[in-house]
């Protein structure tokens, strides 16, 4: 019991600390945990990490963008990489990425006119891209399914070595002389 509430104490403690954490800054970097980005033509930013929230630009960033649990929408223009992981990254009519952008089990959605000036990748989730939409470098899509397929057959023969073991069971009660159905 002793142990339990210092192990109470140290979780509690821990819970306090994450609670009280203040936002790093460097150099107009934005790096946030639960709370959302914005940078607008106001005010750039440099580079911008984001953990379970999102990103929004409405003017430019100068650096990169990555987000782990929520989404980028990209308004204006980003200067550098944009990555996001769980997550969906828009890219406004007429917006600009100077550098690469890549999605892991998340979507890219670009609207019209939206420029890439290197690569695009997109691993198991959607990709929404119209043909105006210019990628200067290698465009990589891998859809999710590629991801389902091998889990299904994982599923499949699972159900058939149980069903397979029940049936064999079933096949012994019936051979013992066990009735069946069950007498009540």
């Not at 953990?51 to 980028?72: A, E, L, P, Q, R």
């Not at 980003?78 to 979507?107: L, P, R, Y």
């Amino acid at each position: 019991m002793r142990d339990m509430r210092s192990i109470l104490w140290i979780v509690l403690l821990g819970a306090a600390l994450a609670a009280a954490a203040v936002p790093a800054h460097a150099d107009q970097d934005e790096v946030q945990f639960f709370h959302n980005i914005d940078a607008t033509s106001d005010g750039p930013i440099h580079d911008a990490v984001c953990f379970f929230c999102n990103v929004s630009t409405d003017g430019s960033v100068m650096g990169d963008i990555v987000v782990f649990f929520g989404n980028v929408h990209i308004q204006g223009e980003a200067h550098h990489d944009v990555v996001n992981f769980f997550g969906k990254i828009t890219a406004d009519d007429d917006a600009t990425v100077d550098g690469d952008m890549v999605s892991f089990f998340g979507g890219v959605h670009l609207g019209e006119n939206v420029t890439l000036n290197k690569d695009l990748v997109c691993m198991f989730g959607f990709l929404h891209a119209p043909n105006s939409a210019r990628v200067h470098g290698d465009r990589v899509s891998i859809p999710g399914l590629v991801l389902s397929i091998p889990l299904l057959v994982i599923i499949l023969i699972v159900m058939f070595i149980v069903h397979e073991v029940r049936a064999c069971q079933r096949r012994r009660m019936m051979a013992a002389g066990y009735p069946f159905p069950p007498p009540r």
